[in-house]
């Protein structure tokens, strides 16, 4: 019997779960696999599923899709609106919802497996499913890959992924190149010396020392990269203090930079360091400054011959006006971290999930960017179909593209 999946997506977004916690959300996935005739490997990377299919001869490519949902409070009025709760990397309990498209990615890719698993007379090669967790974190790639997934299932020649995006239902979108900006997150702590708000001038104020270098490292884009890059700097998060009448001894600050060269990257990190320890010496710190990169994503960068071939299959498919070249997104993925770990080439797109005369009534007003709800919005529940049809076609068509009977291989 086939798979329903509808019914799939509704409880997969009925029940999402946070990032390393997909217990639940695994296990209801190997299961699928399983039955589809996969040999399945759980518990990769914590909560990651590695499903094989092995149909003789030919090429292995990975399918990659992610896993976990956002601390996210839904806003919706349907009857598979998410109710769930989890508890965060903080204790902190937190409501919890499927905000950025993995509850259609996994349906998606139980879809297409079960395609291919019906139709191996079309096709020769190894199919390897990777359901992975954590993405939200962007660290589910790396804890697979550090837990052996490249041992655990057969190398990959090449390796597959999509991502829901707001965009009509129906369309494909995929560029040559660098697809998704690389993301650094970066944490400096600034060490004052407190006392009594009343005796500033027996301090050095960490308070003072971090809005002098939030509003300076504004100028780390704006002054020192060439405006023909892509840059960010951004200061998400700022921690210092308790009480009104203590001036503490330490500050925080949390720092996200994107950039699409590894050259570029170094430019950032260089002119905030500097920009950092000079704000410290400055204000008479006796401590330097910390500064600590503890998470990197690199640049998504997808191989050229390899999106124009998948490209080109997608307009066979769905039709010239569906696909089309969006260019490069300043949003960060991990998915590349299989591709680099295993040096083989990497082809990802994205896919619409929109209904069409919504989306097509908010471009003729000019409002796409404020009407049409993007990823991580608390209003991101995308159309049931064409969106998982067109989800399942895509990853097939790419997958025949290579392992296709017929198909000019790799």
């Avoid at 709760?85 to 139980?110: K, R, Y």
């Avoid at 497996?113 to 589910?140: I, K």
């Avoid at 308790?242 to 925080?252: F, L, P, Q, R």
């Avoid at 699409?260 to 204000?283: C, D, N, P």
Wanted: proline share 6%.
């Amino acid at each position: 019997m086939a798979i329903d999946l509808k019914s799939l997506y509704f409880d997969l977004h009925t029940h999402p779960e946070l990032s390393f916690q997909e217990h639940r959300t695994a296990a209801l996935l190997a299961s699928h696999l399983r039955s589809l005739g996969f040999a399945v490997t759980e518990g990769v990377g914590k909560t990651g599923v590695l499903g094989v299919l092995s149909n003789g001869a030919g090429p292995c490519l990975w399918l990659r899709a992610d896993m976990d949902a956002l601390p996210v409070q839904e806003q919706g009025e349907h009857a598979h609106a998410s109710q769930a709760t989890g508890v965060d990397e903080s204790g902190e309990t937190v409501p919890v919802m499927h905000a950025c498209g993995h509850d259609m990615h996994m349906t998606a890719m139980i879809g297409a497996a079960e395609r291919l698993s019906r139709e191996r007379d079309t096709w020769a090669g190894t199919v390897v499913v990777v359901f992975q967790p954590a993405e939200e974190l962007g660290a589910g790639a790396r804890a697979m890959l550090d837990d052996g997934a490249l041992d655990l299932a057969p190398r990959p020649d090449l390796v597959l992924g999509q991502h829901l995006y707001p965009a009509p239902a129906g369309t494909l979108r995929m560029h040559p190149g660098t697809q998704n900006a690389g993301c650094d997150t970066v944490r400096i702590t600034l060490h004052g010396r407190g006392g009594h708000g009343s005796r500033p001038h027996t301090t050095v104020d960490p308070v003072v020392m971090a809005a002098a270098t939030v509003m300076r490292l504004q100028t780390v884009v704006s002054r020192h990269i060439d405006p023909l890059e892509v840059a960010v700097v951004t200061v998400g998060a700022m921690r210092a203090g308790h009480k009104d009448n203590i001036i503490g001894e330490v500050a925080t600050l949390d720092v996200s930079i994107r950039y699409a060269k590894e050259s570029v990257r170094e430019q950032l990190l260089t002119h905030i360091r500097r920009i950092v320890e000079a704000e410290a010496l400055a204000s008479g710190a006796e401590t330097p400054p910390t500064i600590e990169v503890t998470e990197t994503l690199p640049p998504t960068v997808n191989d050229e011959s390899v999106a124009n071939r998948v490209m080109a299959a997608f307009r066979d498919t769905f039709g010239d006006s569906n696909v089309s070249d969006p260019g490069m997104s300043p949003g960060s993925e991990d998915v590349s971290w299989f591709a680099r770990d295993a040096g083989v080439p990497l082809g990802f797109w994205y896919w619409g999930g929109w209904d069409r005369a919504e989306y097509e009534q908010a471009e003729a007003r000019g409002n796409v960017a404020t009407d049409i709800p993007t990823n991580h919005s608390p209003r991101m529940v995308p159309v049931v179909q064409p969106t998982i049809d067109t989800g399942v076609s895509a990853l097939c068509t790419a997958v025949l593209e290579f392992l296709g009977n017929g198909a000019r291989r790799l």
